[in-house]
């Protein structure tokens, strides 16, 4: 099929982009198009003026410091994906995007555009809910930070208003004493995942007392299990070395749906296994980083001795 008629409109700035979004009342961003354009040829969405981003070379950037990664609306996942101080600044976003489709459309399809594209089956909506960022939205009133625990509303829906145009996707730096981790079962790799879970698991203590780490912090959210990424506070079931008190949590908590591709129970049935593989790595990894701390902390600095293995 081919779309429907559309007023083509291409800014070369954000301000005309706003501009634009402002004069047509019904109208769509394109930035990589991986989700649209299939929307636009199946003719499920019909928008009349199509207000493309790909001239406003300022949206391509992703910038770390060490509060956390700005990804402007341009990157793209591979850009993301590849780029090591983000990796470093939040591990969770390189391990995601390795999930997202595949090489083609991840070096067409950008990150803000798929958080903004709002689908429940997707990585990105759930990794922005999980770790608490925000999106920047921007009209000709003015610029708002949305947070993600706001941002989501429905399947395919956000809560950016027709004017807005979603400019900047934040996410945090993973905290001190923390690991993360994605985990997806999908039919072939790059398809939908049937259930997906990342987690993030927060530790206390130095880990190398009699009585050693406890988890002061334990998350998880979930994709296409509802209408919305559903991020649970797993903290009081948490139990290192054994996961199912957390597992049984998350299988109580989540209300999914049957459809061609699997029953309710099974994703339900899913939700639980993902969510002991999830929580049991992340703990593995908050526990390595701890540790590494505290050897850090307690090894003589021999740099003098470390320049001869140059």
Same mark, same amino acid.
């Given at each position: 099929m081919k779309p429907a008629p559309f007023e083509y409109v291409r800014p070369r700035t954000v301000q005309e982009a706003v501009d634009a979004l402002t004069e047509h009342a019904d109208a769509k961003v394109l930035a990589g198009g991986q989700s649209l354009i299939p929307l #636009?040829?199946?003719?499920?969405?019909?928008?009349?003026?199509?207000?493309? #981003?790909? !001239?406003?070379e300022e949206l391509a950037y992703v910038r770390t410091d060490h509060a956390g990664v700005r990804i402007g609306a341009l990157? !793209?996942?591979?850009?993301?994906?590849?780029? $090591?101080?983000?990796?470093? !600044?939040?591990?969770?976003?390189?391990?995601?995007?390795?999930?997202?489709?595949?090489?083609?459309?991840r070096n067409r399809g950008t990150t803000v555009g798929s958080i903004a594209h709002a689908d429940p089956a997707a990585e990105m909506p759930a990794v922005l809910a999980l770790l608490g960022g925000t999106v920047t939205a921007r009209s000709t009133?003015? @610029?708002?930070?949305?947070?993600?625990?706001?941002?989501?509303v429905g399947p395919l829906e956000s809560a950016l208003r027709p004017d807005e145009l979603a400019t900047e996707a934040w996410v945090p730096a993973l905290p001190s004493r923390s690991g993360v981790a994605i985990r997806e079962l999908s039919r !072939?790799?790059? $398809?939908?995942?049937?259930?997906?879970?990342?987690?993030?698991?927060? #530790?206390q203590g130095d880990g190398l007392t009699a009585?050693?780490?406890?988890?002061?912090?334990a998350r998880a959210a979930y994709f296409s299990i509802g209408d919305t990424p559903v991020v649970l506070d797993l903290t009081d079931a948490a139990e290192p070395g054994?996961?199912?008190?957390?597992? @049984?949590?998350?299988?109580?908590?989540?209300e999914p749906e049957s459809d061609i591709h699997a029953s309710a129970d099974y994703r339900r049935h899913l939700v639980g296994v993902l969510t002991r593989q999830a929580l049991a790595a992340a703990h593995d990894e908050a526990k390595l980083s701890g540790t590494h701390r505290l050897w850090a902390q307690h090894v003589p600095d021999n740099s003098e001795d470390a320049g001869d293995h140059g």
């Open positions: #636009l040829s199946m003719r499920l969405a019909s928008p009349a003026t199509l207000v493309d #981003l790909n !001239r406003i990157a !793209r996942h591979a850009q993301v994906q590849r780029d $090591d101080a983000a990796a470093s !600044r939040q591990p969770l976003l390189r391990r995601a995007l390795a999930l997202v489709a595949h090489p083609t459309i009133g003015g @610029e708002r930070d949305i947070a993600a625990a706001d941002f989501f !072939r790799h790059g $398809d939908y995942a049937l259930v997906g879970v990342a987690a993030m698991i927060t #530790l009585g050693g780490a406890t988890v002061a912090s054994d996961w199912t008190a957390a597992a @049984e949590r998350a299988t109580a908590a989540v």
